[in-house]
């Protein structure tokens, strides 16, 4: 798949000398110029490219700004391009992988080339394994569920570079965490790609409630429950964990706080 490039450079010149040594290397494909800092943010987070040339300074937004602002709903390799050496630190510190400092010639183009698409090419591998990962954990799950019937009694989680089967009933919490979820169990704590909501519908109800949109509990692991306020609660586990109930969910846990379980 061919790289998405952007060059943000008020000059026009500038950007003219990157797009022929870009012309060089058969990995890039679309090449997009902007002339100033805003422009750059609403095309990174518009056509999200792969690798960034950036200038430092640029009329309405700098460079660094850019980068700095908090407004990049992506985030590429960045390489910045200027005339002014004395923004190299913080350039690193904004994790650039170079700092072509104007006139640079066709070698020195090169040279941070090649750094850039190995790093563009770790990363793609990088992704490449957690889906593998991912599909296989999956995979695993589904064997599981159809081998126990609608709930399985077995979880597949990845534990570093290790696939692990953990017993539904040793899950003490399960929380949400991004695009993960965490489970913790008597042997510590594993992450799963998935959302709290598919991990819920292969839990047993019976045993498992959802007490917070974050968290899932065991009930058979609650070692005490302590109010909090009239809707919420307080639930202390067996392994040291506390978590709070949300109000929204009162009607779950009405029976684990009235006892009449």
Same mark, same amino acid.
């Given at each position: 798949?061919?790289?998405?490039?952007?060059?943000?450079?008020?000059?026009?010149?500038?950007?003219?000398?990157?797009? =022929?040594?870009?012309?060089?290397?058969?990995?890039?494909?679309?090449?997009?110029?902007?002339?100033?800092?805003?422009?750059?943010?609403?095309?990174?987070?518009?056509? *999200?490219?792969?690798?960034?040339?950036?200038?430092?300074? #640029?009329?309405? #937004?700098?460079?660094?700004?850019?980068?700095? +602002?908090?407004?990049?709903?992506?985030?590429?390799?960045?390489?910045?391009?200027?005339?002014?050496?004395?923004?190299?630190?913080?350039?690193?510190?904004?994790?650039?992988?170079?700092?072509?400092?104007?006139?640079?010639?066709?070698?020195?183009?090169?040279?941070? #080339?090649?750094? *850039?698409?190995?790093?563009?090419?770790?990363?793609?591998?990088?992704?490449?394994?957690?889906?593998? +990962?991912? $599909? &296989?954990?999956?995979?695993?799950?589904?064997?599981?569920?159809?081998?126990?019937?609608?709930?399985?009694?077995?979880?597949?989680?990845?534990? =570093?570079?290790?696939?692990?089967?953990?017993?539904?009933?040793?899950?003490?919490?399960?929380?949400?965490?991004?695009?993960?979820?965490?489970?913790?169990?008597?042997?510590?704590? $594993?992450?799963?790609?998935?959302?709290? =909501?598919?991990?819920?519908?292969?839990?047993?109800?019976?045993?498992?409630?959802?007490?917070?949109? =974050?968290?899932?509990?065991?009930?058979?692991?609650?070692?005490?429950?302590?109010?909090?306020?009239? +809707?919420?609660?307080?639930?202390?586990?067996?392994?040291? &964990?506390?978590?709070? +109930?949300?109000?929204?969910?009162?009607? &779950?846990?009405?029976?684990?706080?009235?006892?009449?379980?």
């Amino acid at each position: 798949m061919k790289l998405k490039v952007l060059i943000a450079d008020d000059e026009p010149l500038a950007r003219e000398i990157i797009v =022929s040594y870009l012309e060089d290397f058969e990995e890039v494909g679309a090449i997009t110029e902007v002339a100033n800092g805003v422009e750059a943010v609403k095309t990174i987070n518009l056509h *999200a490219p792969d690798l960034l040339f950036l200038d430092i300074e #640029m009329p309405k #937004m700098n460079g660094i700004s850019v980068l700095d +602002s908090g407004q990049l709903e992506h985030q590429p390799l960045v390489i910045f391009t200027t005339a002014y050496n004395q923004y190299a630190i913080k350039a690193f510190e904004l994790n650039a992988i170079d700092y072509l400092l104007k006139p640079f010639d066709r070698v020195r183009f090169h040279d941070t #080339m090649k750094k *850039a698409l190995e790093k563009l090419r770790l990363a793609q591998l990088d992704d490449f394994r957690m889906e593998l +990962s991912k $599909f &296989q954990m999956d995979y695993a799950n589904s064997i599981l569920e159809k081998e126990s019937g609608h709930f399985p009694t077995k979880l597949v989680v990845k534990d =570093s570079k290790k696939i692990k089967h953990i017993q539904i009933e040793d899950i003490h919490v399960v929380a949400a965490a991004g695009d993960y979820v965490e489970i913790h169990e008597n042997q510590g704590k $594993f992450l799963l790609y998935k959302s709290i =909501s598919e991990i819920q519908k292969k839990l047993h109800p019976k045993y498992f409630r959802r007490i917070h949109k =974050s968290a899932i509990i065991n009930i058979d692991k609650i070692a005490e429950i302590r109010p909090h306020t009239n +809707s919420e609660f307080y639930f202390h586990m067996h392994n040291g &964990q506390v978590v709070k +109930s949300g109000r929204t969910y009162k009607d &779950q846990i009405n029976d684990l706080t009235t006892g009449n379980i």
